[in-house]
């Protein structure tokens, strides 16, 4: 067969992958789309149509070779304008031509019926009239054309559409969306892109208007740069800016038209239609739609009076986390205390599912009931896979506690904590002390500069001024002033001996309740005694009363924080005594430390001032100073730990949300519970547990501990 110049024989299997290569692009939904398809189930139904059509008559011509034929494949034209596309088939008759076009682009129309055209040398041109409506860049996929030789097909053909002559060809612009199938509540992302431009470039400027109904989100990491060449011109699709849209009802939803301003041009998007259906009614409780997965804990199985337990449910997955709600929970014989909701949630550029993380809702609760049994039951959790549209379901769970009262909360053969006193010897150590509490040594911090300048002025009056910087007299007056202070630090207020010599004798006689009096005579003379209030604290855990022994350790372990056999002691006692919502003790260090390294740096910078001047001198000054910065901060940072106020619920204790007491309470605590007080107003404190209870509390309830001690 004898072809024109340009054409040329190509095999069967070579034209079988060609045909298949045109065919995909309306076909498969790839990401970036080809230029000119908006990703519409009708081009790609279109291309499938195309493809039912050719691919059965090729199987009788694979014995004979195949033509693959052209004619130009790009056009330049103005907006209005009409130009033709050519095609030239060798040896073929028209009433054998069968044309099988495209989706065509938005900006391009064909304006009549394809012309075929019989030549002298046996050539048949094909003459497609098409008009250019709008100016941008389109590709028209490829031509199918079958005849009775075989399938042939015109590759993509480039349309340059310029606004005028001479002016430069703009830019598109689209709207993409990324999933298929749309439900209600589902969260899909949408890309805002770039489309027919032949360089690549950022936008200056982009114009979003959200829809009315649904939840609109601008997020990153999601789409990117996709290429293609077309008649020898590189061809951008770039995404611009992608949104995460949740709608909110069923239905059409119109997505208004953008703009995408760039290189002088600024390009306006279609408005987009999108179509949501309604969710299976299985999952309208929740309206959950994605990949997930629903976990519940339980903390215990066991309730005392005054305890707190918790339930928590756990949302794992891809899909819409930040709108769907947690299956309903109902609880028998307890009532909720409080609820609590947090999320870890970001957009997932993965799946395109929405939103991957996890969210969880805690509940707390309290026996309603002072002993039986109680129960909670949280509703099933239903949730729609996108990809399949099937509803998938966790059962409903129910658990049962049993509610304990408060002789029974305690388990009567538990062993109390072996905990004993502190030898009196220990009691007497100097180290219990604190050095604010004693007046001579704070007094001597400040007498020691005036000491020193002493000094001086008795070696200048002596004559002194060659020899040494301190005369004898000066050194007599230092030595005075250290033996001053070191006896000051001696002169410690003592301890009642014989007091507390009988309440160890009460204690072996079975009596720890009446030594413990002893010993609150005793804290009343020294009320900041570390170990007078553990000794305390041990006494009436021999006693079997929780509120002082959960008061007295808890204060020791303050008074003393690196006792850290105090702290295990305050633990232990907590635990037997059934008070698991603990409040953490605060992380401090002694005042005393940083009192006794300022007074050092203090004495040596006075040292340093009676040298003479020099170099090394204005160093040491210098590091002295910087170094006193530091010891002062830690100081103030120990104090403010020392002085935060804490306080033990003397009974049982009603939280109210405002500080009144016609308030109805919403919560209680039970005795002995520690809480942080935050904030005191007129007859109330505000209080928070441990667990993150928080409310207004009598003050009368509550029994005070910290550096303003009101015991």
């Known amino acids: 067969m004898n072809l024109p110049a340009g054409y040329r024989r190509v095999s069967p299997l070579l034209v079988w992958l060609v045909a298949l290569l045109a065919i995909l692009p309306g076909a498969v939904f790839l990401p970036g789309g080809p230029e000119g398809i908006e990703g519409t189930a009708g081009s790609r139904g279109a291309g499938l149509v195309a493809a039912q059509e050719l691919l059965p008559g090729l199987s009788g011509f694979q014995d004979e070779g195949l033509l693959v034929v052209s004619g130009p494949r790009r056009y330049e034209v103005v907006s209005g ?43 048949m041109e094909v003459r497609l009239e098409m008009v250019a409506r709008q100016a941008g860049r389109f ?32 830019f598109g612009a689209r709207w993409r969306l990324l999933q298929d199938r749309v439900f209600q509540g589902q969260s899909l992302p949408l890309v ?40 020898g011109v590189e061809l951008f699709t770039i995404p611009v800016a992608v949104f995460l849209f949740t709608p909110t009802s069923s239905g059409q939803i119109l997505l208004p038209s953008a703009s995408v301003e760039a290189l002088g041009t600024t390009a306006h998007t279609a408005a987009l239609e999108i179509s949501v259906e309604p969710l299976p009614p299985a999952v309208d409780l929740t309206g959950a739609v994605g990949r997930f997965d629903f976990s519940i804990d339980l903390d215990r199985d066991t309730l005392g009076e005054g305890e707190t337990g918790e339930l928590v449910m756990t949302i794992e997955g891809e899909g819409n986390l930040l709108v769907l709600d947690f299956p309903e929970v109902s609880f028998s014989g307890l009532s909720e205390v409080d609820e609590h909701d947090a999320s870890e949630v970001v957009p997932d550029t993965e799946s395109l599912l929405g939103y991957r993380g996890s969210r969880t809702r805690t509940l707390r609760f309290q026996p309603r009931e002072e002993e039986g049994r109680g129960s909670i039951t949280v509703g099933a959790f239903s949730y729609l896979h996108p990809e399949t549209a099937q509803v998938r379901t966790v059962a409903a769970r129910t658990f049962f506690l049993d509610l304990l009262s408060g002789t029974d909360a305690r388990d009567g053969d538990r062993e109390p904590p072996a905990l004993e006193l502190l030898a009196l010897a220990e009691l007497q150590s100097p180290s219990w002390y604190r050095l604010g509490d004693l007046g001579w040594p704070v007094l001597f911090l400040l007498v020691g500069p005036l000491i020193f300048a002493l000094s001086i002025l008795l070696s200048v009056r002596s004559g002194a001024r060659k020899g040494p ?35 160890g004798e009460l204690l072996a006689e ?65 635990d037997y005594f059934d008070i698991p919502d603990q409040l953490e003790l605060p992380g401090a ?14 004495t040596i910078f006075w040292v340093l001032l009676l040298k003479r001047s020099s170099l090394g001198r204005s160093i040491g000054l210098v ?15 120990s104090l403010r730990m020392e002085q935060t106020p804490e306080g033990v619920a003397t009974t049982t204790a009603a939280v109210r949300r405002i500080p009144d007491e016609s308030a109805d309470p919403w919560v209680e605590i039970q005795p002995a519970q520690p809480v942080r007080i935050e904030l005191s107003y007129d007859r109330f404190y505000l209080i928070r547990t441990g667990s993150g209870i928080s409310g207004w509390v009598p003050k009368l309830e509550i029994w005070r501990l910290g550096a303003d001690d009101e015991s």
């Open 81 to 123: 304008e009409r130009f033709s596309a050519q095609v030239f088939l060798d040896q073929a008759h028209p009433e054998e031509v069968s044309l099988i076009l495209p989706e065509l682009p938005p900006g391009i129309e064909v304006g009549e019926t394809p012309v075929l055209i019989s030549r002298a040398d046996g050539v």
């Open 139 to 170: 590709v028209v996929d490829s031509i199918m054309i079958v005849t009775d030789q075989g399938p042939w097909f015109v590759p993509p053909l480039l349309v340059e559409v310029a606004p005028s002559r001479g002016a430069p060809v703009p």
């Open 469 to 503: 910087v301190l005369s004898r007299t000066g050194v007599i007056s230092l030595l005075a002033g250290g033996a001053l202070f070191l006896s000051a630090g001696a002169i410690l207020p003592l301890l009642n001996q014989p007091r507390l010599i009988r309440a």
């Open 510 to 574: 079975g009596r720890p309740d009446v030594a413990g009096v002893l010993y609150d005579l005793e804290l009343q003379d020294h009320p900041n005694h570390g170990g007078l209030h553990f000794n305390r604290g041990v006494l009436a855990l021999r006693a079997d009363n929780a509120l002082a022994t959960v008061y007295h350790l808890r204060r020791a372990a303050r008074l003393a924080p690196g006792k850290r056999s105090f702290r295990t002691a305050l633990y232990e006692a907590s």
């Open 589 to 602: 260090v002694r005042s005393d430390l940083f009192l006794l390294l300022f007074f050092g740096l203090w």
């Open 623 to 637: 590091s002295l100073v910087m170094a006193g910065v530091l010891v002062l901060a830690g100081l103030f940072w």
């Open 192 to 231: 805002l892109e770039m489309t027919g431009i032949d360089s690549f470039t950022y936008p200056e400027a982009i114009g979003v208007r959200p829809p009315q109904t649904g939840l609109f989100e601008e997020i990153s990491g999601v789409g990117s740069v996709v290429t293609r060449t077309v008649a």
